[in-house]
């Protein structure tokens, strides 16, 4: 199993520009999430999807949008890039079998807004 | 909501000595608390967890340690060796809310030979 796995691992935009990171896992995990890693911050939920069909914000949501395509897909889209959305972003998995759970993490990808 | 500190924000040992984290946090109703090793360039992992109905949990050369009444809760490893040199991260879970954490800040680890 590969877990979950983040595209693409790094990228560049301008101000303005738009983009969408992907995110899958294969651990048949119902739920998803959406962090941003700044230095001195730890990591802040950004938005989460507790099962499929299922969205919600975390605590720093504005300027993004989720879709949860199906149980196994979590996209993160950035409409219009600001320089403060430069972040290392994280996805991560949960199978919601009871509260406190482990969450699993994937690789990141690291954006840089010009 | 929850809230969680975490120290030192550094920390540098000698290969072979312990190293402790502390995080404290302010929702006493949290119940689950994990830790994460993050290492240059990848995402977080999970190294040890515990649950609000435990006071101390052990996995090899690692422990953590949870006093519920004062809300603190502690990262201890032993016998350092220089791949244990990471960012560490606590996390607390935010009451009833499922899955949702709130991490702290993170320590950096430096293990020196």
Known sequence: NAGVTQTPKFQVLKTGQSMTLQCAQDMNHNSMYWYRQDPGMGLRLIYYSASEGTTDKGEVPNGYNVSRLNKREFSLRLESAAPSQTSVYFCASSPRRGKGETQYFGPGTRLLVL | ?113
């Open chain 2, 1 to 113: 909501g929850e809230n969680v500190e975490q120290h030192p924000s550094t920390l540098s040992v000698q290969e072979g000595d312990s190293a402790v984290i502390k995080c404290t946090y302010s929702d006493s109703a949290s119940n689950y608390f994990p830790w994460y090793k993050q290492e240059l360039g990848k995402g977080p992992q999970l190294i040890i967890d515990i649950r609000s109905n435990v006071g101390e949990k052990k996995d090899q050369r690692i422990a953590v340690t949870l006093n519920k009444t004062a809300k603190h809760f502690s990262l201890h490893i032993t016998e350092t060796q220089p791949e244990d040199s990471a960012v560490y991260f606590c996390a607390a879970s935010q009451g009833d809310s499922w899955g949702k954490f709130q991490f702290g800040a993170g320590t950096q680890v430096v293990v020196t030979p």
